[in-house]
């Protein structure tokens, strides 16, 4: 019989300065104690247990955290009031058991439980099993997640309510006459494809009717031409559609409301990366017809709790529904910036059969908010997760900026839940102002120890074509058709970071001497690029710096050697500008920057070195053309090859799994295996050597 141990102990909350409270966060009418839950157990992990924590501590609720072996000392375990040990690392283990979560439940005393995101927020069976042991799920009902939980079902469901769903003609569209009839019912423009299509062949898209005549005959000549199958289907085409998601909220008493939309057009591998609300795009006609679908379906399967509806929405802003997630999402917290909302206190309240603080007519919205999350992934390895502990760690901080963390300095990213690292989100009356204070936060933002997005986040937020409102989910594909590879410097830009690394450099050189130099000469490097640079130094926090003949003044400098956030004015070409860089270390000659978000590696030498340097021998480097290396860290799923097996180029060598997502490893070359280092189960760093041939 398996046995394992409850670990119930109160907690000092000496991490709660870590977790940022936002004021804005308008308390509701006051309540008396006594009609909230007395004990709330979070089945989650992370930063929405801490969050959830947050507003059952305004409310005067105690919380229960749930642990597993690889989370025994993460924040939101000191954050709560007990917590309870529930499995080892792996989710089947520990978050997802439903017997451990109720028995937890029946030991602590908790009366309810929120499920957080993800792990079994959706779960109808664990809501159903709540209900029998009198403990309240502060969610929907296991009916109303069961509905919205099946894709046909809701569907159905969305088209009974009226919702607007992505309209298509089931079956083989014949003649020309039958597809007029079907984009007259399903509306322009549509795509006009063949049945046994592929690779762009036979598919044409027409605006109106005119072109869907013209399309029609030159789609079905390619597909007889390509395929020898003229057959054709006629669906709508939704073009440069964008993702877009409207909050909805209920209580028990019939009462339901939903509030400004979210904009969730960022995604990588689907997956949100920057969210804001409200959209740049939706006018307040779309809104409400958007909303008021959104209430119709949650209507429709008595919803009450948080839910959000989401939707694609075209360049001519029609929208059609997605799907409708029955729980609290990641992105909520633009939708309280903006709303003064506490949404998880509304789904105390609705949980407890207490109405909603606010009425339809009261919602209001609040200026901009933007949410970016923070991943421990590299973008410049198609986001391959990264594991380790964070040896350094610094939230930014300021007006409007707040951080959704569950993680302090010293905690570890390992390999079994998601990367998500923190939510940072900003607020401010428009969106430019908020786009630049989330520019600033993320420049503020240290993380050591983990490799990390906030390069790719930066470089979004600066573009062109995110600042006009110009985004769809095509957004990253489009922009960085070959994978991203960091931010690509402007001339103007490579001024300023090679003007600030010389200053690096002077100031770590005079924090050496007794009398400090006031002018030096360097020779900078950033990859092939050279530049010749000279350095004054006016005064304590004062530099003139020439780049090839370009004057850079840097002011106000604000940096003590080795810290990591460097902090000054720079003017070049008579323009100022506040900046922000990090040290990310370095040697005597060869310093590491992080500016724009992405990492820069520069050497700063004297005249001497940069003649010395070219001569100098060069660092030898490992052959790994015979050698199977890991490209991310995680665990090893299987392995699909012994020693002294031959394998040709393409051959499967073996499946690694990190963070929920498996890759299949191949062999590039052709060879007989000469070394397998790893067997399944095991888990392996990053560029670990794995497999190595003869």
């Not at 079994?120 to 664990?126: D, R, T």
């Not at 009425?359 to 997760?385: F, L, M, S, W």
């Not at 005079?510 to 130094?537: A, F």
Request: glycine fraction near 8%; aromatic fraction near 6%; include cysteine.
């Amino acid at each position: 019989k398996l046995q394992f141990l409850y670990f119930i102990e109160p907690r000092h909350h000496k991490h709660m300065k870590g977790l940022n409270l936002v004021q804005r966060r308008s308390a509701s009418k006051v309540v008396n104690d006594t009609q909230y839950f007395n004990k709330v157990l979070i089945a989650n992990r992370g930063e929405i247990a801490c969050r959830v924590i947050e507003t059952c501590r305004k409310l005067g609720i105690k919380t229960v955290a749930v642990f597993s072996s690889a989370d025994r000392y993460s924040k939101h375990v000191s954050f709560a009031d007990e917590s309870v040990y529930v499995g080892t690392e792996q989710s089947r283990d520990s978050y997802l058991r439903m017997d451990r979560l109720l028995q937890a439940c029946t030991d602590t005393g908790a009366d309810a439980v929120h499920p957080g995101y993800g792990f079994l927020s959706e779960n109808a069976e664990f809501s159903k099993a709540l209900a029998a042991q009198k403990v309240e799920f502060i969610g929907p009902t296991g009916e109303a997640i069961e509905a919205m939980g099946d894709k046909i079902q809701s569907k159905l469901l969305a088209k009974g309510a009226g919702v607007s769903c992505i309209p298509g003609i089931d079956g083989e569209i014949s003649t020309k006459e039958d597809m007029f009839a079907a984009a007259e019912e399903i509306g322009y423009p549509i795509m006009i494809k063949a049945s046994a299509g592929g690779g762009g062949k036979g598919l044409r898209i027409a605006w109106n009717k005119e072109e869907a005549s013209v399309e029609w005959d030159a789609a079905k000549r390619e597909a007889l031409s390509s395929f020898g199958d003229d057959r054709m289907l006629v669906e709508k085409f939704i073009d440069n559609p964008r993702h877009i998601e409207i909050q909805v909220i209920g209580d028990k008493l019939g009462n339901i409301l939903y509030l400004p939309e979210r904009e969730c057009s960022i995604q990588r591998r689907n997956q949100k990366v920057i969210e804001e609300a409200p959209s740049a795009f939706i006018d307040p006609v779309t809104r409400k017809a958007m909303g008021e679908q959104a209430v119709a379906l949650a209507k429709a399967v008595n919803y009450h709790t948080a839910g959000t509806v989401e939707m694609l929405c075209d360049s001519q802003k029609n929208f059609y529904f997605l799907e409708m997630n029955t729980r609290l999402q990641v992105e909520h917290p633009i939708t309280e910036e903006i709303t003064g909302l506490d949404l998880v206190e509304q789904m105390i309240r609705a949980a407890r059969g207490l109405p909603l603080s606010v009425t339809q007519d009261e919602v209001k919205i609040n200026g901009h908010a933007t949410e970016c999350r923070v991943y421990a992934e590299d973008p410049t390895k198609n986001y391959a997760p990264s594991i380790g502990r964070l040896h350094r760690y610094q939230e930014p901080k300021g007006d409007g900026v707040r951080v959704d963390s569950g993680i302090i300095e010293g905690s570890e990213i390992s390999v079994y839940y998601d990367p998500m690292i923190c939510k940072l989100i900003t607020h401010a009356p428009t969106r430019e102002e908020c786009i630049d204070r989330m520019n600033v936060a993320l420049d503020q933002y240290v993380v050591r120890g983990v490799k990390h997005n906030i390069a790719l986040l930066r470089d979004i937020l600066t573009s062109e074509s995110y600042n006009s409102g110009d985004i769809s989910t095509n957004y990253l594909p489009v922009a960085y058709p070959e994978g991203f590879a960091g931010h690509v410097l402007t001339p103007l830009e490579s001024k300023t970071i090679n003007a600030s690394a010389a200053v690096v450099r002077l100031i770590i050189e005079n924090s050496r001497k007794m009398k400090p130099l006031n002018s030096i000469s360097y020779i900078t490097e950033i990859g092939e690029d050279t530049s010749k640079v000279s350095v004054v130094r006016k005064a304590a926090d004062h530099y003139v710096v020439t780049v090839d003949g370009t004057e850079v003044s840097i002011e106000n400098v604000n940096w003590i050697p080795h810290s990591a956030i460097l902090r000054a004015d720079v003017t070049v070409d008579g323009e100022t500008m506040p900046e922000i860089l990090q040290f990310l270390g370095g040697g005597e000659m060869k310093y590491q920057l992080q500016y724009m978000g992405t990492p820069y590696s520069i050497k700063v030498m004297t005249e001497t070195q940069a003649k010395l340097f070219p001569i100098m021998p060069p660092v030898k480097e490992l052959d790994t053309s015979k050698m199977l290396i890991a490209p991310m860290p995680g665990q090893v799923v299987s392995v699909a090859v012994k020693v002294g097996d031959k394998v040709m180029a393409g051959s499967d060598l073996l499946i690694l799994e990190a963070m929920k997502m498996q890759q299949s490893l191949l062999s590039t070359i052709e060879g007989v295996v000469k070394a397998v280092n790893v067997k399944a189960g095991e888990t392996i760093a990053d560029e670990q050597i794995l497999i190595e041939f003869e």
